[in-house]
């Protein structure tokens, strides 16, 4: 039998609340972003891997290495208010070292809802806002999952 591998394995000598990523902090000006939750792909530098970091509860990794010759990846599990989240984060660098392309894939579908909803929240009232589904778009769809 095969079980889901965003639920974590439930072992809390596993977590790491004290993981930040150098590439978070090397962005390329054009850093491009590609994800589960977002409507689009959003292009510039944003402080939302600052805020994203604090929504996991923890984090569980399962992968996190350098690939090829300009990548990254990063495959974990999480918590966020209380649903299970898995993400597999894809980091491509440009010859100049900065992080340039950046794809997250979150699952499953009602943490992705209420990833977006979260985001789109704190986004509210700026250019990034259009990229997160709004909480009353995120309950319909979190109803139909």
């Not at 439930?10 to 939750?37: F, K, Q």
């Not at 600052?50 to 399962?62: A, H, I, T, V």
């Amino acid at each position: 039998m095969t079980t889901t591998t965003y639920l974590g394995s439930g072992d809390a000598s596993r977590h790491r609340h004290d993981y930040r990523p150098d590439w978070l902090d090397n962005l390329a000006d054009d850093v491009t972003i590609e994800s589960s939750v977002l409507t689009g792909i959003a292009e510039g530098r944003t402080r939302s891997g600052q805020y994203s970091g604090l929504l996991y509860d923890d984090k569980e990794f399962n992968y996190v290495a350098a690939y090829a010759d300009h990548g990254f990846v990063e495959d974990y599990t999480s918590m966020v208010r209380g649903e299970p989240i898995g993400s597999v984060v894809v980091i491509h660098f440009n010859e100049a070292g900065q992080t340039a392309r950046i794809v997250v894939n979150h699952r499953p579908p009602r943490s992705v809802l209420l990833w977006s909803q979260l985001m789109g929240e704190y986004f509210a009232g700026t250019r990034y806002a259009q990229y997160f589904v709004s909480h009353d778009a995120a309950e319909a769809l979190y109803q139909a999952t």
